[in-house]
Nanobody
Framework: QVQLQESGGGLVQAGGSLRLSCGSSGRTSSMMAMGWFRQPPGKEREFVAAINWSGANTYYEDSVKGRFTISRDNAKRTVYLQMNSLKPEDTAVYYC?????????????WGQGTQVTVSS
């Protein structure tokens, strides 16, 4: 089982940037596709971005294309989400998870997430 720990969230003004990190542990974590998901206030959790095990393939939800970049460092067992040009509607708790089915179906177990708040 992959265990996950998200970090890097915070409060930022619209137009600003943040980089989220997701540390993973587990025997096969570096061989799994990984994704970022988010849950806005009062809404259900939604897909944001995914990256395959090697980092060669990525996939983004339409609203973050051109603003967010997902990457990974398998030696560090860490997945990143660089978020630029942030908007108030990006406010959410952000989670990472292994991808069960490419690109956006996650496994059922979640970490605590990291809060991102974008002020207008």
């Amino acid at each position: 089982q992959v265990q996950l720990q998200e970090s890097g969230g915070g409060l930022v003004q619209a137009g600003g940037s943040l980089r989220l990190s997701c540390g993973s542990s587990g025997r096969t974590s570096s061989m799994m596709a990984m994704g970022w998901f988010r849950q806005p206030p009062g809404k259900e959790r939604e897909f944001v971005a995914a990256i395959n095990w090697s980092g060669a393939n990525t996939y983004y939800e339409d609203s973050v294309k051109g603003r967010f970049t997902i990457s990974r460092d398998n030696a560090k067992r860490t997945v990143y989400l660089q978020m630029n040009s942030l908007k108030p509607e990006d406010t959410a708790v952000y989670y990472c998870n292994a991808v069960r089915s490419w690109p956006s179906r996650p496994f059922d177990s979640w970490g605590q997430g990291t809060q991102v708040t974008v002020s207008s």
